[in-house]
């Protein structure tokens, strides 16, 4: 053929190979209630800009990971750079919080601990500069949304970080330090404190307060006390709000919304606060998205509002959108949350898999229609996961990436990172720094990391999975369906797990015709319905079947 013209068609077949995929891209809506959602802590993560490792003399020994370790913002951009989080079937990352953190440490019989994870506060209008700059926030959520990524960024309004030999304690208006609480009641859970010298905030208080003095003399320093000032005016004015601890908390956490960009909020020690608290704050970060977009209307992704998840420790999704103090239950899901962390999954983890699938499915379908949960099997703060030895990576992608609901990895999952750690205390151990070093050489690691990856593309490109309805095909072996009908868009997926080697016959007719030509996602093969049926040879024990 002539050169020129076997080039020509070259560049054709890219160019229609390339419109396709913008097409399909299109088609295929993002769905929070069935999101792949990749959780990690920042600091531990990867280190993007080693500069910014020490800040505020912070270099006391600490406790065996106790310690900032240099994972930032830039960390983040620069795996979403290399197609990292792509690669997994990502479309929303959620990091810890980032916003400065106390300066000094404590000591709680674990050694020196500094605020590595980020649940500290000591200013929330400022991101702590051991994450971060300003420019890394904005220019992760630019990126990130270019890949079709939400970013979910970790909130909290319910403390300040501890009191230290270098760091005030917010002023009594503010804050309360006991009593500490005792879970009993829906009193002792809400108007107390965590833990010892952790100030908790008077959320329940219509008091007008004061800045401290010592942000004030901060913000001075920093040049931008006469804006914050009038920022806060236009606030309270506008929202007629009385000039209480919880509102100026929720100014400064939904500015990043309105700066940014930011999709969603994770909202930690949900059930510390008055529930009437995160109606407030919803109605503000709505307000905060509705203007972000209005103010770039280039950027927005689509139509979804703002997503608000809630961490209530130890809820359960069996009581559906309940949650049970003992002498009083709350429903959250009324006070502007859309999904809810479901501490539950873990153990139902050890369940076979139609178990799992057809109770989740049943629960999200039928029980609690219109919202989700965010389901997991490791944690930052869960000292019992489901695989702690990692002797089952596989099974854990498998029922988490392949379950209804939100799938939450947190990071090292996909890498078997190990979450115990000689001489970590408590949930440090659950913290080390991310081990790409095993990702690069260990061919096992990379083994692993590739059902992951395989599992979570199909995931992100067939919101059924996480969204619509499950329905068993055959019991042995294990085939089954997950489909998804809204108003402009439809889904079907066929899933076989635990089949044999070699030679496999599934049926598919309760989803696709005779004539159909289907792609097997996991071994990567085409096959046609004849039948009824798809028949073929692969040397997996997986089928993930979707339309060609």
Known sequence: MNTKIYTFFIIVNLLISGCTEKKDSRKT??????ANLYFLLTDRFYDGDKSNNINYSRNEETGVLRGFEGGDIRGIIQKIDDGYFRNLGINAIWFTPVVEQIHGNVDEGTGVSYGFHGYWAKDWTALDPNFGSNDDLKELIKKAHNQGI???????INHTGPVTPIDEQWPDQWVRTSPKCEFNSYQTTVECTLVENLPDIKTESDE?????????TKWKKEGRYNQEMEELDEFFIRTGYPRAPRYYIIKWLTDY????????????????????????????????????????????????????????????????KVFDFGDKTVNYYDHGFDAMINFEFKSDANQGYEFIFSKYSNILNNEIPNSSVLNYLTSHDDGSPFDKNRTRPYETATKMLLSPGISQIYYGDETARPLIIDGAKGDATLRSFMNWSDLEKNDEIKKLNKHWQKLGKFRKNHPAIGAGVHQMILDNPYVFSRSLITDDFSDNVIIGLDLVKGKKEIPVSSKFKNGDLLLDKYSNQQVKVENGFVVFNSPNTIVLLELF
């Open 29 to 34: 809506p993002f769905i929070w209630e069935g």
């Open 150 to 156: 939400r970013i979910v960024m970790d909130v909290v």
């Open 257 to 320: 919304i309105a700066e940014f960009g930011i999709d969603a909020f994770r909202a930690d020690t949900v059930k510390h606060l008055e529930e009437s608290v995160w109606n407030e704050f919803k109605i503000e970060c709505e307000y905060a998205f509705d203007l972000w977009k209005n103010n770039n209307p280039s950027l927005v992704l689509d139509k979804n509002n703002f997503f608000l998840l809630g961490e209530v420790y130890n809820f359960n999704v069996s009581n559906a």
């Open 208 to 216: 007008e307060v004061t800045i401290p003095d010592y942000l004030i």
